[in-house]
């Protein structure tokens, strides 16, 4: 596992780029981009993901991220059974093998933002118990709880999700920045853009039924 920690230069003369760190930034961005364009094969690249980014958390102690990993690869199974194997009522009118895009209603949104406030207070405040060695209990906690968020309404592909990742990557681009990650706030913009693209493309769909 030495691979991990290996350096491939040095940032502001003392902060080091892993190789782990550009595997992540690669995986993620092909994950997106592909979910972000309604691509039913993002869920494999996701799984290569979920496994760059738990070895990628540990090396940096970021304990609720690296916990998240193995709820966040269920999830993702999840997800890629939703997609393919929609009920008769939730087929796209595109195709009828592949799921809807639907959205959430204004009492299931207000839950969703109730519960991701409540249960990363939870959290943080379990983790700073737990693992002082976490730099930023809270905030990583918050991250953790959008992700969740994010991820399940993707599995349901609700267009609601890309609000969700939208916080998520607003949020992770702090995080990343303050623990002196390279790859990974330029990876945070780019999802940005990515998912601004897919809530105007999910919309179109919406509409479409599709």
Not at 78 to 97: C, M, N, V
Not at 104 to 112: K, N
Not at 191 to 208: D, E, F, P, Q
Request: proline letters at 3%; a positive charge.
């Amino acid at each position: 596992m030495d691979w991990i920690n290996y350096t491939l230069f040095t940032f502001a003369g003392d902060r080091p780029v892993l190789l782990i760190d550009l595997v992540t930034s690669v995986l993620g961005l092909t994950c997106v981009f592909l979910a972000g364009r309604n691509n039913k094969y993002n869920f494999w690249v996701g799984y290569l993901y979920t496994v760059a980014l738990f070895l990628m958390f540990w090396n940096k102690n970021l304990y609720a991220s690296l916990l998240l990993q193995p709820i966040s690869l269920g999830i993702n199974i999840l997800g890629h059974y939703r997609w393919t194997h929609p009920k008769k009522e939730e087929e796209s009118s595109q195709d009828a093998s592949s799921l809807k895009v639907s959205m959430l209603s204004w009492t299931e949104r207000a839950f969703a933002i109730a519960m991701v406030f409540l249960i990363a207070g939870v959290w943080g405040w379990i983790l700073d118990s737990l693992f002082p060695g976490d730099p930023h209990p809270y905030l990583d906690s918050c991250v953790t709880v959008l992700i969740l968020v994010a991820q399940f309404l993707s599995a349901q592909k609700k267009w609601d999700c890309w609000i969700a990742w939208l916080l998520v990557n607003i949020t992770q681009l702090i995080l990343h920045i303050s623990v002196g990650h390279v790859f990974m706030p330029i990876v945070c913009t780019l999802y940005l853009i990515n998912g601004i693209s897919a809530l105007v493309g999910w919309m179109k769909l919406y509409r479409k039924k599709a």
